[in-house]
């Protein structure tokens, strides 16, 4: 394992190390934490191990293990390189300020990022379309998945970032736009993610856009306090300072362009570690823009399933799902006491205030969910059934009040 050596010392650039690498699978090699199982320790003694008898020179995969033999259709699931060189991630920016007045700024640049080596799922046991198991790259020693994980990602982020801001006193009111690509040969997250397409299938199959690519975002946000009560320009004594005084609004309101999504297909590959996709038939895929279960998002008779022993021809993160909306908002007010000793905030919110949903990908909202389906048709020739495939039926995350209906919310703040 790689002990760091100091690395992110001798950088000439800004770079991002993981300084505690865990990824879940070490332990699982080290103890058996099986419940039930006596643990192994020095006050037990070392158990007895059972060797393999070497006297044929040969240990040979069979249907029966023994001491002999072994069965290659074995599950290992993961392993992990003797030596792991962790990655790194490389940052670069430049940008360009302008005040055009003491409460007005500008800025506008150029942010760059490239993720060097990252971990990921690695198959080494994969198999060319239509060979089966007989073609897995360890066949006949093994016919399982064999997932080593290892620094083989690689990651490009470019983006032009821009923002205004405008102050007026202690109240700031700005709007932030960037435009932006996101590139990356992982299918999924960092630790976790694997590959799209493994050897002996081209690995420049799996480079595409990255999963949480969004070109388009654009915020606008406020804090505002009123002008009125003690301090400020208006109503500044009296009681009239005390009635409308202390209230402050803000919020934030955020538009984002959807995220990719891949058509994926059933159709048997006969083939290990390869992540089957649908065929484009239509040079153009026509987005229709449904948001529901009986209007697809996009026409679904572009694609089609590929033939049986082939993969599609589509690659990973094909298309771009419906965009985010949101608008948050708050309203609160401030009573001093004590002479500003002891305060007392009441807050109002509002999520989602103009109670827009924000939809999730077709196919139930995940990034290869979206598979190919031949729709189902009632007596008149009328569709009956898309089968879950081109339609959408969710909002991004209801479990999270992401994409759902509007909530409103109140608290208050004892400060001393």
Sequence with gaps: MDPDNYRNQRNDFPVIINQDYNNGIVNIYQFDTTPGVAQASLRTGIPAPTYPNLQAGVITPSSTASPNTYTPSTNIGSTIPQYFNRGYVESWNFFVQHEFSPTLTAEAGYVGTHGVHIDMNVNVNGSAPGSGVTGDQLYPYLTTNLNDIEPFGDSTYNALQTRLQKRIGASVIGVAYTFSKAIDNISGDNNDGTMFRAYPVPYALDKAISGFDRTHTFVIFHVYQLPFGRGHHYLNSGVASKIFGGFQIGGTLSKFSGLPFTIGSNTSCNCQAQTQTATQISPVVQILGGHDANDPYFNGAAFTNPATGTLGTTG?????????????????????????????????????????????????????????????????????????????????????????????????????
Excluded: C, H, W
């Design 316 to 416: 990973r993160d094909l298309l771009f799902g419906p965009g985010f909306f949101d608008m948050d908002e708050n309203v609160s007010r401030t009573f001093a006491f004590k002479e500003g000793r002891i305060t007392f905030q009441l807050v109002g919110e509002a999520f989602n205030l103009t109670n827009t949903p924000s939809f999730a990908n077709p196919g139930g909202g995940g990034t290869t969910a979206n598979t190919f389906a031949t729709p189902t048709y009632n007596p008149n020739g009328t569709v009956k059934s898309y089968g879950g495939y081109s339609v959408i039926t969710n909002v991004i995350n209801p479990e999270a009040g992401l994409g759902g209906s509007r909530q409103l919310q109140v608290s208050g703040y004892l400060r001393f």
